[in-house]
């Protein structure tokens, strides 16, 4: 069995003291269970999240990490430097990265390996915008995004990652894929995996990460191949991100 995973994403949002206040609603809060729960925080306030989660098994994730292991690559924050922090995960190749910020297949391939060299997991992030579900391309861009990564690590490093699938037309739209469109992609992506190591496919945890909430998390994380969730604006709130927590 896969221990399922929930994962908050921050984004840019919050001060100091409201991530602080969060973090210790969500330690006080969070029920003694199965699953494991990480929240990812903007990097200025990592050290004192870690703090606010001490004493509890919440783990600590950062949003982003570079793809160089250090030099004069002003504003960019290593993955030395996460695990320095007390990161245990770090997201790669977001939606919001790629589509902003410039991220590629294969700069997403080298941050997921700076992260393993720093023994931080890497959770690498992918999926289509609407324009390619519409061209009926969704398994090729997802292929294509694994692929990178597979060509740059091998496959055995997914035996130490996590993947979370977004369908970045549900990310902040209020739109959410049907349990039936997410376990299609999940169930896709691990066998991708299986055709090269079925049993790193068996064990590998794939996220959903398109507008979970409360209301929707129980039957996502009913299906088969889905084996928890990265989530965003949801995870801003306490209350609501402990619904979903407890909802596996």
């Known amino acids: 069995m896969r221990q399922p995973l929930i994962m908050g994403n921050w984004k840019m949002n919050g001060?100091?003291?409201?991530?602080?206040?969060?973090?210790?609603?969500?330690?006080?809060?969070l029920n003694?269970?199965?699953?494991?729960?990480?929240?990812?925080?903007?990097?200025?306030?990592?050290?004192?999240?870690?703090?606010?989660?001490?004493?509890?098994?919440?783990?600590?994730?950062?949003?982003?990490?570079?793809?160089?292991?250090?030099?004069?690559?002003?504003?960019?924050i290593?993955?030395?430097?996460?695990?320095?922090?007390?990161?245990?995960?770090?997201?790669?190749?977001?939606?919001?990265?790629?589509?902003?910020y410039g991220d590629t297949n294969q700069t997403v391939a080298s941050r997921f390996c700076q992260a393993q060299k720093q023994n931080v997991i890497p959770v690498l992030c992918v999926g289509e915008t609407l324009e390619e579900r519409e061209q009926d391309r969704t398994f090729q861009v997802v292929d294509e995004q694994l692929d990178a990564v597979i060509d740059a690590a091998g496959i055995e490093a997914f035996a130490n990652a996590v993947i979370a699938y977004e369908p970045v037309w549900a990310i902040g739209t209020g739109k959410t894929a049907s349990d039936e469109q997410a376990q299609e992609v999940h169930q896709y992506i691990r066998q991708r995996i299986a055709d090269r190591n079925p049993a790193i496919a068996a064990k590998v945890q794939i996220l959903y990460g398109g507008s979970v909430k409360p209301d929707n998390a129980k039957a996502l994380f009913a299906m088969p191949d889905i084996d928890g969730g990265l989530v965003g604006g949801a995870s801003l709130d306490a209350k609501g991100f402990l619904q979903i927590c407890h909802s596996v």
């Open 15 to 29: 001060s100091r003291e409201e991530g602080v206040q969060l973090a210790k609603a969500l330690a006080e809060g």
């Open 78 to 100: 290593s993955a030395a430097m996460l695990a320095d922090c007390g990161c245990k995960y770090a997201l790669v190749g977001h939606s919001e990265r790629r589509s902003y």
């Open 32 to 76: 003694a269970g199965s699953q494991e729960v990480a929240v990812c925080v903007p990097f200025v306030y990592l050290s004192d999240v870690r703090g606010a989660l001490a004493a509890s098994s919440i783990a600590l994730g950062a949003q982003n990490v570079a793809d160089q292991a250090s030099g004069a690559y002003t504003g960019e």
